[in-house]
């Protein structure tokens, strides 16, 4: 199985990172977004990332513009009829993730592999939605996707050994380090990552400590990288509170249970980054 052309559904926050990573890699890139425009301004974002890349000496000189040459934006799913790969980074919204497939399924040729970068909905689910599910399969990467080395590879209960292969050995291509998953709720990292940031609001909650002190204890108490507000707001609180609502609907077990504070960041429209606003005030 050989992969030259790979498709990227989706140009939001992950949609953006995973199509720069493969344009890197050297792949050719198809970027569909329903608006065009998204799609456009998604590949500026990824060429000043790469622009930025150059200046810290970190890239070549011109790679920019090689990366930016290889990726091609769309609204029209016919574009991506002959990828090999097709990567679906779009709303964690199972009944339009089932339409887009189903779409998927009639316009891509045969032996096209159909991956979703899902954070918690099933791939089985997904995957017998087509007439193809021995090749859909799960590819879920970490925000930032052009920084966070893992890359969790999960197969559907129909996806075909090779296929699981031919993506860990294409994960590992772009740089990445795949682990292969069964399928669960939340898989490994957002089992773990996502109830600690509910636990995060809870405590909030309770008013035991500030936003900023509840960041600063798990920064310097336990090394995370940032803590778990400035997390939620970069991730984005409907997609910690979608995940949230998935471990707790397909568990029943109450400890995952999502905290009001986290409910009402989403009511407000709070979301985090991509809003200007979450935990954190990024409009100051
Ligand atoms: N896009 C591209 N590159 C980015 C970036 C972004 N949004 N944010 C940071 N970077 C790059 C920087 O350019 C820098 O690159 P360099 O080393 O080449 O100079 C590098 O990342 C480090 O950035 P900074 O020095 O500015 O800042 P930090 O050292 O604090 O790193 C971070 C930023 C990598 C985001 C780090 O804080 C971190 O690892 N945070 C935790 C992220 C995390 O946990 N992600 C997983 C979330 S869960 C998830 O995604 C699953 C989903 O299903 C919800």
């Known amino acids: 199985m050989e992969f030259k052309k790979v498709a990227v559904l989706g140009a939001g926050t992950m949609g953006l990172g995973i ?24 590949v500026v974002k990824i060429g000043k990332l790469a ?10 000189e011109g790679s920019d513009k090689i990366i930016l040459s290889r990726i091609k934006t769309t609204a029209n799913l016919q574009d991506v009829a002959d990828c090999d ?12 993730k089932k339409k887009v497939y189903q779409q998927l399924d009639v316009t891509c040729k045969p032996e096209t592999i159909l991956a979703s970068n899902s954070s918690s909905l099933s791939l089985t689910e997904i995957a017998a939605a087509t007439a193809r599910p021995q090749q859909v399969v799960g590819m879920h990467f ?3 996707a052009q920084v966070m080395q893992l890359v969790e590879v999960i197969p559907a209960l129909q996806t075909s050994e090779e296929v699981v292969q031919a993506i860990m050995e294409l994960c590992v291509k772009t740089g990445k380090k795949p682990i292969r998953v069964k399928e669960g709720p939340g898989f490994v990292v957002n089992r773990i990552l996502i109830p600690g940031m509910n636990e995060a609001a809870f405590i909030l909650q309770e008013g035991l400590a500030t936003v900023e ?17 400035a997390l939620c707001d ?20 109450p400890k995952y249970r999502a905290s009001s504070v986290l409910k009402n960041q989403v009511r407000a429209g709070y979301l985090g980054k991509k809003t200007g606003r979450g935990f954190y005030n990024y409009n100051a």
Request: glycine share 6%; net charge negative.
């Open 234 to 253: 970069l991730v984005g609180a409907d997609v910690t509170l979608a995940i949230c609502d998935t471990l707790y609907n397909e568990t029943g077990d």
């Open 19 to 42: 199509a720069q990573v493969m344009a890197q890699s050297g792949y050719d890139v198809v970027l569909y977004e329903i608006d065009k425009a998204i799609a456009d301004k998604a």
């Open 51 to 60: 622009a930025r890349n150059i200046e810290k000496g970190k890239a070549p």
């Open 213 to 229: 002190d509840i960041d600063t204890a798990m920064k310097l108490g336990a090394n995370w990288p940032m803590g778990p507000f």
């Open 85 to 96: 790969l097709v990567i679906e980074a779009i709303i964690e919204n199972m009944e339009i």
């Open 142 to 144: 970490f925000n930032p």
